[in-house]
Every structure is written in structure tokens, then in C-alpha cells.
């Protein structure tokens, strides 16, 4: 049985899938519950003072992110779509073959550099940079503070550019 805010989210789940539909979720309003609830049940969540507003909040919030995180994946695609021409071109057909096996080995420099950061900020380097994700939500997810998603970006940024002054002096 559900206790505490748990159980206030399970009272109020149509009423906030209602909510999320009518901000315009669409399709993704029961997947936004899912994930709410999975944060409530995975996380120590202190008491909370006014806990329906706080789970209106936190369904906004999740909505808000998952579409700034799409307008930034579909402003990269199209950002790369244009820089080929509008042609969804296969990169390995433009590139000379010693070129590829350079780009290649780079690469996994990249990643060797970032591995011996730790896991931590693998994850964040990768999640921000790659895959578009806010700070913020980053935090949340790992279960860290958002000062220490900033300082791990920053220990992935110094890795990269010792890196890249490295290879440039090759």
C-alpha cells in the first residue's frame, strides 16, 4: 500500500493525467506519470508542505523538459540535415579511408579520456552534450546536486581541451 506522497499521487493520477493532457502532452501524458511515479518511489523524498501543488509542479516541470529536450534533438537534426545540403547523406561515403581510421582513432581517445574521468561524468558529459538533456534534469535523475553536474561538465570540458591541444601538436 501507498503511503505519504505516494498515495496522494495514486488519489489525484486522473485529475494530473487531465492536467497533463490539457497542457498539451498529449500521447506522452501517461508516460510523464509513469516517470513521476517511478521518482516518488525511487527517491527519498523529504516532507512536503503542500504535496498536490508540488505534484502538479513536478508534472509540469517533466513535461516542460521532455519538450525542451525534443526542440533541441530536432533543432540538431535539422542543424545536420542543412549542413549536408538536406540530404541525410552516409558521413563514411565523403571520407577518405585513412581520414576515417584518424577520425576513428580520435574518437576513441575521446572516449578513453572521458572513461578515466569516472562513470559519473561520462554519463553527464554524454547525457548534456550529446543527447541535449538540461543540467537540472541530469541532477535529478542521478540523484546529485546541480553544482555538481556543473563541476563534473567542467572536468569533462578541461579533459577535452587537453585533448584537443594534444592532438593539435600531433
Known amino acids: 500500500m501507498a ?3 505516494s498515495a496522494i499521487f495514486l488519489e489525484n493520477r486522473p485529475a494530473l493525467l487531465r492536467f497533463l493532457r490539457a497542457r498539451g502532452a498529449a500521447e506522452d501524458a501517461e508516460d510523464l506519470l509513469q516517470d513521476i511515479w517511478m521518482k516518488l518511489e525511487t527517491r527519498d ?4 508542505l503542500d504535496p498536490l501543488p508540488y505534484l502538479y ?3 509540469n516541470n517533466l513535461m516542460l523538459d521532455r519538450y525542451r529536450s525534443a526542440i533541441r534533438r530536432d ?3 535539422q542543424d545536420w540535415a542543412d549542413g549536408v545540403g538536406g ?5 563514411s561515403e565523403q571520407v577518405a579511408i585513412d581520414e576515417q581510421m584518424i577520425l576513428k582513432q580520435r574518437l576513441d581517445e575521446a572516449r578513453g579520456v572521458l572513461r578515466a574521468l569516472g562513470p559519473r561524468v561520462e554519463i553527464i558529459f554524454r547525457r548534456f552534450r550529446i543527447e541535449g538533456v538540461g543540467q537540472r534534469v541530469i541532477a535529478q535523475d542521478l540523484g546529485v546536486s546541480l553544482t555538481t553536474v ?3 561538465l567542467q572536468k569533462a570540458y578541461r579533459a577535452m ?7 593539435d601538436t600531433e
Do not use: C, T, W
Not at 523524498?45 to 512536503?48: A, E, F, S, W, Y
Open 3 to 5: 503511503s505519504g506522497l
Open 161 to 167: 581541451l587537453l585533448l584537443k591541444q594534444k592532438l
Open 87 to 91: 540530404v541525410m547523406a552516409d558521413p
Open 150 to 152: 556543473e563541476k563534473d
Open 57 to 59: 509542479r513536478m508534472a
Open 75 to 77: 533543432r540538431r537534426e
Open 45 to 48: 523524498i523529504g516532507p512536503v
